[in-house]
Nanobody, 122 residues
Framework: QVQLVESGGGSVQAGDSLRLSCAAS????????MGWFRQAPGKEREFVAK????????YYADSVKGRFTISKVSAENTVYLQMNNLKPEDTAVYYC???????????????WGQGIQVTVSS
């Protein structure tokens, strides 16, 4: 079973930037996707961004469009999330995920990282 190891979280001020990384322990198939979801205190987990591994197509939640960028290094089985102009409402535990396209949160075929905290203060 794949292991997804996240890094790069932390505490920042509003307007700052952070870059999250997620390294997969096994090769990611071109038909698969990797992405990021987040869960704020008292809220349900929500989609943030995802990338279709083979073609590199990217998709974003409306709340992060224009501020977050997802990218990948295929040879390293690693996905990144560059987060710019962070806002207090971005505060959450961010989870890396990998699975068959379209990377559905509720699918049993989706694998998850352990989660990493991002805290943005005003």
């Amino acid at each position: 079973q794949v292991q997804l190891v996240e890094s790069g979280g932390g505490s920042v001020q509003a307007g700052d930037s952070l870059r999250l990384s997620c390294a997969a322990s096994t090769r990611t198939l071109s038909s698969s996707a990797m992405g990021w979801f987040r869960q704020a205190p008292g809220k349900e987990r929500e989609f943030v961004a995802k990338i279709k591994w083979g073609v590199g197509s990217t998709y974003y939640a409306d709340s992060v469009k224009g501020r977050f960028t997802i990218s990948k290094v295929s040879a390293e089985n690693t996905v990144y999330l560059q987060m710019n102009n962070l806002k207090p409402e971005d505060t959450a535990v961010y989870y890396c995920a990998r699975g068959p396209w379209p990377l559905e949160m509720d699918s049993r075929r989706t694998s998850w990282g352990q989660g990493i905290q991002v805290t943005v203060s005003s």
